[in-house]
């Protein structure tokens, strides 16, 4: 666990109590020097803070929303990809996911979204049947304005405090093997589409980043596939999303296209062919 910085409290960490109103807010004691790297430390915190019962998104959610954020410099230390970076497995835990996870915390939402300073890691998951993808169309009642009326192909969200391993566990929802953006996925999945019960046949696929746009300067992507084939999938949040099956090569056309309907993600993602059958995965050299 790397070492806290001077004074034990990030610009993050100092916005997020300045948002509940300062240490000490709800009745909270917090330490002098508490540590904001790793989740041993980050769990404590959000007890100290009173948010370890802090509902996900959809789940009565309160005004304040936390979310994972990871400073720029550790999760990108010498190089800034762009685009889909696709990448076997253990390239990508080691690479990415792990310095994610021990150098992340949790920040109010609204500091976040306007601090690329740090990045948003999301959970961003294409559902494929064959030769088919699912397509999904934002409509006014999602969440998240920047999007409205984009096509997307993922599946996804904010990585909250429910998701962390400690808090299942408290909750007596964790299992072997639980994971804090294996969780994220699963839990957004289940938000969005009615799935059936039981494990998910998810494929890691690689890191989705892009620095051109407002919403892509704070979040990146973390690219996983879904093989749906012989389960019935069905949009869950009929409110926020419309939306089916198509042919992924009609997809990647429309895509390729000047005016292509995607989000920037989904675009980026579809140019790449990573999702096509016998796609191989490109091992990070750098």
């Known amino acids: 666990m ?9 610009p993050a960490y100092r916005a997020t109590l300045t948002f509940l109103g300062g240490p000490g807010s709800w009745g909270a004691t917090i330490p002098s020097d508490p540590s904001h790297r790793g989740l041993h430390g980050v769990f404590h915190k959000i007890w100290w ?3 370890a019962g802090w509902p996900c998104r959809g789940q009565n959610q309160p005004t304040l929303e936390f979310v994972w954020v990871v400073p720029r410099s550790a999760l990108f230390p010498t190089f800034t990809p762009h685009g889909l970076l696709a990448l076997e497995p253990a390239v990508l835990e080691e690479r990415f996911l792990r310095p994610a996870r021990e150098h992340g915390f949790f920040a109010e939402r609204r500091w976040a979204e306007t601090h690329p300073e740090y990045k948003q890691p999301i959970p961003y998951v294409a559902v494929q049947r064959g030769g088919e993808l699912l397509c ?4 006014g009642a999602q969440g998240e304005k920047r999007l409205h009326g984009k096509r997307s ?4 969200g904010h990585v909250n405090p429910c998701d962390a391993p400690d808090a299942a566990a408290a909750g007596g929802g964790a299992e072997a093997g639980d ?13 969005e589409l009615i799935l059936p019960p ?16 407002p919403v892509g300067a704070v979040h990146v992507g973390l690219v996983y596939a879904l093989d749906a084939s012989g389960c ?24 390729e296209a000047s005016d292509s309907p995607f989000e920037t993600w989904s675009a980026l993602l ?6 096509h059958a016998g796609a191989s995965l490109t091992h990070l050299q750098r």
Do not use: K, W, Y
């Open 2 to 10: 790397a070492a806290p910085p001077q004074g034990g409290q990030d």
């Open 49 to 51: 803070l009173g948010l």
């Open 136 to 139: 999904l169309t934002r409509l």
């Open 153 to 156: 192909i993922g599946v996804g």
């Open 179 to 191: 994971e804090l953006f294996a969780r994220a996925c699963h839990r957004e999945l289940h938000e």
């Open 198 to 213: 039981g494990p998910l046949a998810l494929r890691p696929v690689g890191l989705l980043n892009d620095e051109t746009t």
């Open 232 to 255: 019935e999938v069905a949009i869950r949040e009929t409110s926020a999303m419309s939306g089916g099956f198509e042919p992924l090569s009609a997809l990647r056309r429309l895509a």
């Open 270 to 275: 579809l140019r790449s062919g990573a999702l």
